[in-house]
């Protein structure tokens, strides 16, 4: 830890045995001096402690807490220190304040008290910077134990400027007055302003050995240490497509003094094990094959780490050949945050990919939950998973290991935190000088802590450039004998009784709802993809490894980052125009869309409603068409299938496909049916099209209607005309029975009649 903070890497090391805490210390009262003489007393006590350095006969460091440079460690030799040592010390003050600094010196600083158990370890790394004050080796009698940072033509130290300096002292004069313990001491650099101010300081363990050392390099009663070195071989997702990505530092990383390029040395150590992100292969086949990197605007460069990935990539199978090694998940995936949100379906989706890694894939699974923390629930997931084992942190398992049980999950690796942040502060403390003497001082304590061998042992995981350097002198060290993690595993494991601990920080860490819908987002539009698309091969493999990095526990803590990561990695759609689209865009209606008139009148009981699919994308792909109606008793409306879309079922790129869509019309009128493209797989594409259909001739409910309306009205026209026969046959005929009475002679006088009626309707005629 640092200042209780876990570092970036989210995984340290330190001792493996439960630590007694030291007891804090009496809180001190504030006592008031009323009394004139002893405010004149106290005033004479701090005008003595203002005079110079050289009036004191011990020089004794300040206990100020100015903080105007930094120290930066570089050198520290030799790592364990003899009684014959010459002990050098080199490092870099850099100027953070912001004002010109003057004469600045630095010296070396010990305290001379041995530390000899792990509490008193524990005390010193948790110390305040000037607890305990100590003493700087400023004398004339050892002149290299300090060095001016400065000349009399230059004076000054501006603001952002830096000096190196080397100082050393043999361990005679270093632990003088006295002669030197076995133990561990605290010892480091002050840098002063004019010899008067504390500007600065750097602090680090020194283990000292003294006595007559066996063949082997050990002490009377040291005890040697199994000691197991595990490298992690991971980075933050950065391919977010195929060939495409985000930005150029995984070949930082793996280009010749990179953090991966250090990590592959200290898994190249006799007796170190790995576990490998199956990710970081695939990436790196990735970048050997060629590869772009894209900018914030859009636009692509060649990639310039494709000698630099195949170099680290055949160092690694050369190492791999010899060494034990595990496989983690799929892009180092956020086990527990998926658990926790019940998505454990991402985590094997994931999984399928690592299984086409061919490297890795025969490795047995580690997994390395983030922080080291995990809870029940997780361990049980991981046993799902068919892990051969999970690496937590002792503080999880209560100081247990470093190999423990968890019923009703996988053994528990347990890996040492108490040198996490390199041992005492200020920072920077986890330089690799710092980490490195961190580690040799607590396994050293414990060496010479009377505990038989076989209860001895220690797991120590290493993350980043500066623990690998660290470690590789570490193993070095005589008490400590190197033990592959697969002999670990033999190991009798602890029982934890208790739960997992799994702090709220932790918790708070996981994906966001916000973020988990981004990724369910992802994973829904990338299946969308894959069955729209014509040459699907590949994309499964593809999507799982999309799905995956998305997940990764790299993301903890880094919301914006991870948002234009799964952003950049939806970008895997063109428009005819070469013109980059997201995703997304085949829900808008950007890639893929229907067009057809508003509004469309139906003449047919059987007609098709006409419309043109728009393909605006560089690849050919295949669709359905759906349709809905409001009401299927006046007008039903088919699907389309995608056999029957296209040519041969396809739709080309940029094309612009017409189509009919079968309706059945079973009575007239109006009304507005929706239609909706989809993949074959039934994934929506493009926004709802809405129009509106007016039928104007019925189908054969209406022919019914119409036929037997005309049968009835037919039939009553048919009775009438009898009905209106009949009652004209009941009637006597009148003028024929007036004819028979009538003589014969009569006739004459009608016909003169009918004459003058006939003469007086003649118009224009007029009578005298």
Known sequence: MRDGRWSESGRHVARRFPATRFPAPPRRRLILIRRPAAVLLALLVGLLLSLPVGLSAIPTAAADDSTEVTIQLTRLTPSIVRPDSTIVIQGRVTNVSKRSLVRLQAAIWRSLTPLTTQAQLQQANESAPTDPEGERMYSADTPDAYQDLYTAAHPELGPGQSRTFTVRATAADFFAPGSPQTGVYLAGIQVRENGVQTVGRARTLLPVSVGTLSADGLLPGQASIGSTTLVELTSTPSMSRPGVFVDDSLADEVAPGGRLDALLIAAEQHGASYAVDPDLIAELEAMRSGYKVTDSGGHTTAGTGASYAAAWLNRFRTMQADHDGFQILYADADLTAMVHAGRLDLIKRGQRAAAQVADTKGLPLLVTPADGVADRSALQAATELHARAVLLADTTVDGLGPVVRVPGGPLVLS?????????????????????????????????????????????????????????????????????????????????????????????????????????????????????????????????????????????????????????????????TSGRSLSLSALTTGAAIRLDSSPQVTLTGSSAGVPVTIINNLDIPVRLQLLGQSPNQSRLRISNVPASKLGVNGVIGAGAKMPAQVPTRVDANGAMTVTLQLATPGGELIGPKHQLRVNATQAGMIGWIIAIASGIVLLGTVVLRIRQVARERGDQPDEDDDLDE????????????????????LSPGVSHG
Not at 741 to 760: A, G, I, L, Y
């Open 415 to 575: 890996y040492d935190t108490e040198t996490a942040g390199g041992g005492p502060g200020p920072d920077p403390r986890d330089t690799e000088v710092q980490v490195r003497q961190a580690s040799l001082s607590d396994s050293f304590i414990t060496s010479i802590s009377g505990r038989p061998s076989s209860s001895l042992g220690r797991l120590r995981v290493v993350t980043q450039a500066g623990e690998a350097g660290g470690e590789s002198a570490a193993l070095s060290a005589p008490w400590l004998s190197a033990r592959s993690a697969y002999d670990l595993l033999n190991n009798t494991p602890a029982e934890l009784q208790g739960d997992p601990l799994y702090p709220a920080g932790d918790a708070g860490q996981e994906p966001t709802h916000h973020q988990l819908d981004r990724i369910t987002d992802l994973a829904q539009n990338l299946t969308t993809y894959q069955n729209l698309v014509v040459n699907s091969s590949g994309l499964a493999d593809q999507a799982d490894q999309a799905v995956a990095r998305a997940i990764s526990q790299a993301w903890r803590g880094q919301r914006r980052p991870m948002a234009a990561f799964v952003q950049s990695q939806q970008l895997l759609l063109r428009d």
């Open 741 to 760: 009475d009538q003589p014969d002679q009569d006739q004459p006088d009608q016909d003169h009649q009918e004459h003058d009626r006939d003469h007086d």
